[in-house]
């Protein structure tokens, strides 16, 4: 567990600290959001022959997901033993900058090491810069075009945040997330 969230905080850490950089002593708007989401949920049963694994939530909702095989470890995993799911999304917009990219993704995905309990953390981190096509201050929305011509509109969460922008203006966005799952011992 404490593998896993050491990977989680370094992820959260480098994008909390790229977000920061885009806010402080620039005068360009920006706009960033993260959070975070803990669930916890207990093995009620385990079918290891077919990779079956039964979890309920804290709300006691139960479900039957199947294991891939790129989990390792698996037959540490008994009844009782707690699953630990993170889920961390951030994004940051500021105005883009000659030199910005026009898009980047990275990924990378880490597992447990042979004979430890169960943990994987995979992450990844989508930047792109797109035009302002059309700012609808009622809905509140903004249209933009990406990189390779598609067209999106969402809402915008802070309606003053439009009065920052104009048709014609070039955003970089980056989307980062991350999921650190692991499994931890029954408590006896």
């Given amino acids: 567990m404490k593998k896993v969230w050491g990977i989680s905080l370094a992820v959260m850490f480098m994008v909390s600290l790229l977000a920061g950089g885009?806010?402080?002593?620039?005068?360009?708007?920006?706009?960033e959001r993260s959070w975070v989401e803990t669930i916890t949920a207990t093995v009620e049963a385990l079918d290891l022959a077919n990779r079956?694994?039964?979890l309920r939530g804290p709300q006691g909702?139960?479900?039957?997901?199947?294991v891939d095989e790129s989990v390792k470890n698996l037959p540490q995993v008994k009844v009782?033993?707690?699953?630990?799911?993170?889920?961390?999304?951030?994004l940051a917009v500021r105005m883009a900058e000659p030199g910005d990219p026009?898009?980047?993704?990275?990924?990378?995905?880490?597992?447990?090491?042979p004979g430890e309990m169960p943990t994987g953390v995979?992450?990844?981190?989508?930047?792109?810069?797109?035009?302002?096509?059309?700012i609808d201050k009622k809905t509140p929305s903004i249209t933009l075009k990406g990189p390779e011509g598609d067209?999106?509109?969402v809402r915008v969460v802070d309606p003053k945040n439009l009065e920052k922008v104009k048709?014609?203006?070039?955003?970089?966005?980056?989307?980062?997330?991350?999921?650190?799952i692991s499994v931890e011992k029954a408590k006896k």
């Fill in 52 to 54: 079956m694994v039964t």
């Fill in 122 to 134: 995979s992450a990844r981190q989508v930047t792109v810069t797109a035009s302002v096509e059309a």
């Fill in 22 to 31: 885009w806010a402080t002593g620039q005068e360009k708007p920006t706009v």
């Fill in 80 to 90: 009782g033993d707690q699953v630990v799911a993170n889920y961390y999304v951030s």
């Fill in 167 to 180: 048709v014609g203006d070039k955003l970089l966005i980056t989307y980062t997330e991350a999921l650190a």
């Fill in 61 to 66: 909702n139960v479900v039957r997901l199947r």
């Fill in 102 to 113: 026009v898009a980047t993704a990275v990924s990378g995905v880490t597992t447990a090491k």
């Fill in 151 to 153: 067209v999106v509109t």
